[in-house]
């Protein structure tokens, strides 16, 4: 029994902000950015930001991407019995994210949960609901990566503002005979723990309490990145008995140009499969790699029967690697 992908879907707020329109917002706060710094270190030329006043919110991206995957399958909410959503910008506590997308779908009846793994999220669902897939519990899940992280942004930070956007995709997942998820791993260093990457705001008593902002040594997660991104995308290739350079389609988590093409050259897979939407949607946390796997699904850059590799890496730190044919 397999996990089988059998539709994608992706959804962006309405607002694409470039580069150049970025540094000049940040600059009437005398904060001091370019395009130059920020294509060259990272590949982001522009991101699409959420705008509460036009309704755009995680739930509504993630209901959006998700319609659009069901509708890629040719399936019904009725048909789904499990929803999994990734997201660590939920538009509120509780319920969850995936509870409200239910009930927006009108899918009620089955089961519905988050899972938090910050930008190793999707993979962290992916690799649930390939477990609850297989069991034969479930029979159709839809598996959700949504995320407004612009809500928790310091723009006066320009060592973080300039690198994350807003958007949802979202995967629908058949228990099937046919292959489909082929190796799915996951891993976490709790050691690597907030000082690395954390968000330490939470509600105390009425009141927030802590720093609600997004903090990051980036050079430390840049390495840990390309370490955790290569080992794992090793591991799920090497479970399955196939080289990296066999995939056809490669999906990491679209961060940073350098480091996805820095864990590219260590697998030895060609730069030409690998998807590339860190340019234009910026890194999207949990949204990324379900984000970027539709956009290169619609583009045609993937066949029935070929090896996708899909891969996710964040705070935590946690990372993961998924392998299947497609
Ligand atoms: O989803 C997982 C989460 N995050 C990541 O994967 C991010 C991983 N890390 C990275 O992508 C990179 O480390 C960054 C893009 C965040 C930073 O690149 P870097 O090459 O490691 O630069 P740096 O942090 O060492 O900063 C270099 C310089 C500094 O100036 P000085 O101290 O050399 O004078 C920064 O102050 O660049 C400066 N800088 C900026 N300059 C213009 C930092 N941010 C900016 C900015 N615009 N936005």
Redesign the pocket.
Known sequence: MYARLIGTGSALPQTEVTNDALAQRLAQDGI???DE??RT??GIEARFLADASLGEGTTQLAVLAAERALAAAELTPADIDLIICATTTPDQIFPSTACQVQAKLGAAGGAAFDVQAV?AGFLYALNVADSMLTSGKFKRALVIGAETLSRVLDWKD??TC??FGDGAGAVVLEASDDAGILACKTYADGRLGTDV?GLTGHLDNGVLAGDPFIR?D??Q??KC?VEGLSTSGKAVCDEVGVDPSDVALFVP?Q??LR?MTMVAKKLGIDMDKMAKTVACHG?T?AASVPLALDVAVRAGNVNKGELILLQG??AGMAWGSCLLRY
């Open positions: 001091e950015t370019n710094w920020i270190r990272t930008c320009r060592s300039v690198l990457l990051m980036g050079r997660v840049f990145a988590h961060a940073n480091i890194n946390s890496v964040g």
